[in-house]
C-alpha cells in the first residue's frame, strides 16, 4: 500500500514564529488532506489539496501531485496551533485515507 | 448544516461486554469510513461502507468487529467481547462520493476497557 512520511516528526516554536511541516507519499493519490488534532482529540480538517495551493488564514498548504509531496505552512504561530497535524492521503485505485504519523507541534507563549 | 455525528463521545465497557458506536453522516453523504487510532498511534482504515453495502474491509480485525450501515439509520461499529487492546478512539468519516472529495470526520468515541 501507499506509504505516508511527514517531517519532523517534532516541533517546538515561541508564539509568533513560522513553520513548514512536509508530507511525502509514495504513490499516485487522488485525495489528500491536512488535519489538525486538536489537545481534546478532535480532527479538525485544514484542507482538502491533491494538488495546487490553498491559503486559510495564516495556514496555507501546497502539493506538488508530480513530485509527491505536500507542505503546511503555519504563519505567525499562536498556543492554540499547538496539537498533532495529519497528512492522510488515498490512492488513486481506492478511497480509504492513510494517514502519516503526525507532527506534534508545540507553541509556547 | 450539521457535521459528522458520532454517538456516545465516550464509552466504558468492561472486558468481554459488546461496544456498539453509532455515526450519522453529513446530509447528502452516502460514503461511511470507520478508523481507529490507538493511544500515541496515527489513525489506522478499518472499514468503508455504503448504503447496505460493505465496500473495503480490510483494515477490520478478523474477528469480534462488524460494521453495517443500514438503509435507513446511522452507521454501527459493533465491537463484541471486548478486551483491554481494544482501548481506542473510533473515528467516522463520511464523503460525498468515493473519488474527489474530501473525508469529513467526527469527534470520535473514546472506548475504554475496565
Known amino acids: 500500500g501507499i506509504q505516508v512520511e511527514q517531517s519532523p516528526p517534532d516541533l517546538i516554536l515561541q508564539e509568533g514564529a513560522n513553520s513548514t511541516l512536509r508530507c511525502n507519499f509514495s504513490?499516485?493519490?487522488?485525495?489528500l488532506q491536512w488535519f489538525h488534532q486538536n489537545p481534546w482529540g478532535q480532527l479538525i480538517n485544514l484542507f482538502y489539496i491533491p494538488s495546487g495551493t490553498k491559503q486559510n488564514g495564516r495556514l496555507s498548504a501546497t502539493t506538488v501531485a508530480t513530485e509527491r509531496y505536500s507542505l503546511l505552512y503555519i504563519s505567525s504561530s499562536q498556543t492554540t496551533d499547538s496539537g498533532v497535524y495529519f497528512c492522510?492521503?488515498?490512492?488513486?485505485?481506492?478511497?480509504?485515507?492513510?494517514f502519516g504519523e503526525g507532527t506534534q507541534l508545540t507553541v509556547n507563549p | 448544516n450539521a457535521g459528522v455525528m458520532q454517538n456516545p463521545r465516550h464509552l466504558v465497557r468492561r472486558r468481554g461486554q459488546e461496544a456498539r458506536l453509532r455515526c450519522s453522516p453529513m446530509k447528502g453523504h452516502s460514503h461511511v469510513y470507520w478508523y481507529r487510532q490507538l493511544p500515541e498511534e496515527g489513525l489506522k482504515f478499518m472499514v468503508y461502507?455504503?448504503?447496505?453495502?460493505?465496500?473495503?474491509e480490510s483494515g477490520m480485525p478478523k474477528e469480534r468487529f462488524s460494521a453495517e450501515f443500514p438503509k435507513e439509520g446511522p452507521s454501527i461499529l459493533r465491537i463484541q467481547q471486548v478486551v483491554r487492546g481494544d482501548s481506542a478512539a473510533y473515528f467516522c468519516a463520511s464523503s460525498r462520493s468515493a473519488d474527489n472529495q474530501p473525508q469529513h470526520f467526527g469527534d470520535g468515541t473514546r472506548l475504554s476497557i475496565l
Open positions: 492522510a492521503v488515498s490512492e488513486t485505485s481506492g478511497s480509504r485515507l492513510t
Open positions: 504513490d499516485s493519490v487522488n485525495n
Open positions: 461502507l455504503q448504503k447496505e453495502n460493505i465496500i473495503d
